[in-house]
């Protein structure tokens, strides 16, 4: 029996399930594999490089959902969709990709719509819906924090979490609420290995007037993709990379540093504790080997013996 690469449930024969076309659109019936081979994905990505709205290290293609033709169209301009395609460097990214924004999703933390889709040779390739194009042509306005901070692509990683936490007091409609979900996703990103949550991986949006942390994206266990790294999170906290430690991560930066009160960390480490159970669902329905689930399940079975949950 087939397991649909966008919710993970079982779909029979078929490549899909219908829950999974519904998150794409209630219309779609059916989706075509990608006419291209994880190779010619890269090469598309590289050739169209300099014509897309996308940047970043990993491969990436634009494309748009043609429901009449009941597939994704690669575009240059315009696309609603962003693929990643298999990794030359690193096993499974898509995979682990997918994987981890739907554990996000599970622990309360905003994600677009997302999945995977098979391509030619039979690998998958990872989607996610854009969170900054809405209707027929418009487009949020959307900064990342490195623009924000004056930074570039080489100097991403030149911050720190403190001053993450300045732009969010700085720019954000209500701060308050913006800090919660920054704790509550930097607790995810410890306890699921992401070590690269650098400054152009946070972003504000303006929605309804608001402006507010963007919907999560590129969330990733980097510890089991690159392989155990000497440190633990992109931006320091206090000072630190590593060695984090729940007096760190609670007591001086929700408690200390963003001022949350005692209820509020108390809800939302109880609120990522109650997702442990969903987690573990999702990393033995995933698409990951056997190695890599069993890999990912000890990290976070450590990460969680560090924070007391």
Known sequence: MNRC???YDPCGEQKYSERGLRM??????????????AEEQRTEAVRRAAKMSIQGVQPKLSAVLNIARSRFDVVDTGGRYILKP???????VPENEDLTMKMAAAASIETPVHGMVWSRDGTLTYFIRRFDRTGRKGKLPVEDFAQLSGKTRE???????EHVVKIIEGHCTFPLLDKIRLFRCTLFNFLVGNEDMHLKNFSLVTRDGKVELSPAYDLLNTTLAMGNAA??????IGGKRANLTRSILVDYFARERMALNDVIIRDVVTEIATAFPVWLDLIDRSFLKQESRDAYKALIAQRRKVLGV
């Not at 100097?155 to 979490?161: A, D, E, I, P, R």
């Open 155 to 161: 100097t991403k990683y030149q911050s720190s979490m």
């Open 5 to 7: 690469p966008i919710t």
């Open 86 to 92: 298999q990794s030359h460097l690193y096993t499974n």
């Open 231 to 236: 440190e633990e999170i992109a931006l320091p």
């Open 24 to 37: 794409l659109s209630r219309r779609l019936r059916d989706l075509e594999d990608l006419p291209y081979t």
